[in-house]
Nanobody
Framework: QVQLVESGGGLVQAGGSLRLSCAASGRTFSSYPMGWFRQAPGKEREFVAAVNWNGGSTYYADSVKGRFTISRDNAKNTVYLQMNSLKPEDTAVYYC?????????????????WGQGTQVTVSS
């Protein structure tokens, strides 16, 4: 069984930064791509960023490109999301997830394990 635990969310002013962390249990963490998604109230869960198994390739939603950076430390079984230049529209619950082998990085259904989420609120 895989468990994912996010941390690092909070309240920040527009233009500020936050760093989210996702700690994973299990010995197979380094074999799988990982992703971050977010869900705002009344909206569908949407793709934010993803990273391949060794951190060599990263993928971003257009809305966060240039502001957010995803990375991973396989020795620590942890994936990170550095969020800079935050905007009020970035307010959401942020989830990390383990991607299945194959499929597409931006598709919710191509991820099989999810964390409980961490709230990010950006004030204007």
């Amino acid at each position: 069984q895989v468990q994912l635990v996010e941390s690092g969310g909070g309240l920040v002013q527009a233009g500020g930064s936050l760093r989210l962390s996702c700690a994973a249990s299990g010995r197979t963490f380094s074999s799988y791509p990982m992703g971050w998604f977010r869900q705002a109230p009344g909206k569908e869960r949407e793709f934010v960023a993803a990273v391949n198994w060794n951190g060599g390739s990263t993928y971003y939603a257009d809305s966060v490109k240039g502001r957010f950076t995803i990375s991973r430390d396989n020795a620590k079984n942890t994936v990170y999301l550095q969020m800079n230049s935050l905007k009020p529209e970035d307010t959401a619950v942020y989830y990390c997830a383990r991607k299945t082998m194959g499929g597409r990085y931006s598709v919710v259904n191509d991820y099989d394990y999810w964390g409980q989420g961490t709230q990010v609120t950006v004030s204007s």
